[in-house]
């Protein structure tokens, strides 16, 4: 099952499905949900309605309606840093005891086929594929045995980092290379963990303009999903639509010889398997907007 946020011609943004025939339109179908942040908060109630929906229905063709971020600017963008196993040897690091973690700001997230444009101010725009957690219900002190029960899926994400700001600059300022407008692709689509066979065991991979350049499998995670959340949870409360950016795998262009830094005109494609391709090309910032991503 694929869960997807769409808009279609004028039409205000909805949720939807994804069938063999289309994209079913669920504010049509469900009393009371307008996004697809309604379906996963109130998910026991509207699942029993999308079992209904047949294979073979269909509102619109994927083709013919925008793909939107499927959760709104609001909720917390988290992320992990240095959690695979061969991008940690990659990075010369060694394996952390804890999770490592830093956040993205309002305004990173950006959807498939948006256009993220590359900010003047920097010349190392690094690419990161990576697994994203959708939490679905509130979390806060969960323990690793019930952790999973607070998520409600997954999705494909683009943790994309100017490294020249994150570690080139005294102090090193994670938070200020991540958090460029754009900075965090999601989508196109969330899977819900009950479609999903084993999230610790999925392959992973980013290709740019056609090439892979990374390839792995969630198998390398140091810390998996229940333990990123269990973890989290201690220090924070976790809400429906939180999203929590798992890591990145080797082959990141920061650790190649020659290095190799996103350029107008490139398009990266973040694979995670049974949960979609995300999209994105990037673009030299104009001078009147500067950092802005089109969303």
């Known amino acids: 099952m694929k869960l997807l946020q769409f808009s279609h011609g004028d039409s205000s943004s909805q949720p939807g499905l994804l069938t063999r025939a289309g994209v079913v339109s669920l504010s049509d179908r469900i009393n009371g949900i307008h996004s697809l942040l309604d379906?996963?908060?109130?998910?026991?109630?509207?699942?029993?309605?999308?079992?209904?929906?047949?294979?073979?229905?269909?509102?619109?063709?994927?083709?013919?309606?925008?793909?939107?971020?499927?959760?709104?600017?609001?909720?917390?963008?988290?992320?992990?840093?240095?959690?695979?196993?061969?991008?940690?040897?990659?990075?010369?690091?060694?394996?952390?005891?804890?999770?490592?973690?830093?956040?993205k700001l309002p305004g990173a997230l950006c959807s498939h086929e948006s256009v993220v444009e590359l900010p003047s101010c920097s010349e190392q725009v690094d690419y990161e594929a990576e697994m994203v957690i959708v939490i679905g219900r509130r979390a806060h002190g969960v323990t690793e045995e019930t952790a999973e029960e607070h998520i409600f899926g997954y999705a494909c994400g683009h943790d994309v980092s100017a490294r020249d700001w994150q570690i080139g600059r005294p102090g090193g300022q994670w938070l200020l290379g991540k958090s460029f407008p754009g900075f965090a692709p999601l989508g196109p689509f969330v899977v819900p963990r009950s479609s999903v066979a084993d999230a610790n065991n999925l392959s992973i991979s980013l290709r740019l303009n056609g090439k892979v350049l990374q390839n792995s499998s969630t198998r390398q995670l140091i810390f998996n999903p229940v333990q990123l959340v269990a973890y989290l949870s201690q220090c924070m409360v976790l809400e429906p639509g939180d999203v929590i950016f798992t890591g990145t795998p080797p082959g990141v262009g920061m650790a190649r010889n020659p290095k190799v830094f996103l350029q107008p005109g490139d398009v990266a494609e973040v694979e995670v398997e049974g949960l979609g391709v995300l999209r994105n090309t990037f673009a030299l910032a104009t001078a009147s907007q500067d950092s802005k991503a089109t969303t």
Request: charged share 30%.
């Open 39 to 103: 379906v996963i908060s109130a998910w026991d109630e509207c699942k029993e309605s999308l079992g209904q929906i047949g294979d073979d229905e269909a509102d619109f063709q994927l083709d013919e309606v925008r793909v939107d971020c499927p959760v709104p600017p609001t909720v917390k963008t988290l992320c992990i840093g240095l959690n695979y196993r061969d991008h940690a040897l990659e990075s010369g690091m060694e394996i952390p005891s804890e999770p490592v973690v830093f956040n």
